[in-house]
């Protein structure tokens, strides 16, 4: 059976896809930028790629017409905390003309549950999206689901940062609200077994694990399956925007997707129904051992994909390949080469630079750094890597964008996206047995300049010490 995967680089699609594969369907991936589809050779030879952007005219746009099935996952809620909603609406208008031209039978929504009578800005977009989706022509499957709980899903992830960075909390009333979380691989299932299951056709279905629980609730248990206890005091006077900044500030999230989290954590997210679970005969996780399934994951290193990896959680608008062509004029550059012995072992320090390990030299300044951007509302060091010893083309790496990460010609290419007065570079490169190191900084005016050489002094022993460490074996 050949699928349309939209979102195929998303958190969702990037569990999905490996799960089609070995079920044996022919899948056809949709992505604005092919270069961003981190998936490997294997992978890569298995599947069928489109760039395709949903919210660009369908008629210039054109699919192959043999598709069977489809699974839409697009969400714009990272990207915008005023008109994503606008922009939802718009990308599934442009889905249906799409599915027009082909011989698509069904289209599988993941949506979220919209069971309470006040429905969020974001809730309310993924209902208006329901809606535009039931006059495609086709059979629509909607599954409404609440918290997802998956090594990197952004739940987890600010969960996870909160209860590790705040034994003790000050929280606002919204930790109060009830929800029913859901594990990833439960998710995962439900999209499988519903797909091409006429007995699905034209509903919407609520899909949960089997606990109601607070997010108070959530923080505490987190807690108790990593050993360790927490204390959690709610307050009525934080407003929805000191909420967002107090997410921002503490957790690896970005600000856009802390307000439109924070507007949705007021409503409650529970189930109303449990008839797919009975139809397809899954038993569901629960909470603790969707934290634990997790962890599984992060300790072997097999993290599928992470929510920090999306475009829309850095300064980056548009393609990567604009950004892949290093400046040679009217730059500042920080240059620095270092012979070395062992080229391969050097590699690996490189390709393992950032998240856990650090930058090699000066951390603390590097921390220091992130806070600062933080203040000012870029990504600071936030998002760490999703892998430790892998990355491709598009990943996040701490305040930097992955443009570049070819092994076999030895080099790796960053594009920072800390906010910064002009755009950057840094480059590592191995040629000859010689470690080359740069750092390329286009500034915007007369402001651009200043900032580099006020930054000046501290790139001599950071850059200095940098290369020094990363050369070591």
Known sequence: MKIFLTGANGYIGMRLLPNLLELGHEVVCAVRDEKRLSVDAKTKAKIDIVEIDFLEDPETQALPKDIDAAYYLIHSMTSSVTDFDEKESMAARNFNTLMAQTHCKQVIYLSGIVNDKQLSKHLSSRKNVEDILYQGPFQLTVLRAGIIVGSGSSSFEIIRDLCEKLPVMITPKWVLTKTQPIAIRDVILFLTHVLCNPGTYDQSFDIGGPDVLTYKD?????AKVRGFKNWIFTVPVMTPKLSSYWLYFVTSTSY??????????KMEVVAQDNRLQKMLDIHTHTYEEAIDMAFKKIEQNLVVSSWKDSIASGQIKDDLENYIQVPKYGVLQDK????????????ENIWH??????????NWLWRFRGFLDKL??????RRGRTHLDKLNPGDALDFWRVLLADKKAKRLLLFAEMRT???AWLEFKIEDGVLHQTATFRPKGLLGRLYWYSVLPFH?????????NLAKT
């Open 353 to 362: 630079i950032g998240g856990e390990t650090g930058w090699y030299y000066g």
């Open 218 to 222: 959530m923080l505490h248990r987190y």
């Open 460 to 468: 001599v022993f950071i850059f200095g010490g940098m290369i020094r």
């Open 376 to 381: 000012v509302g870029g990504p600071g060091l």
């Open 421 to 423: 007065p002009g755009e």
């Open 336 to 347: 620095k080469t270092l012979a070395i012995t062992d080229e391969a072992a050097v590699l």
């Open 256 to 265: 856009k997707l802390a307000t439109n989290l924070v507007d949705s954590m």
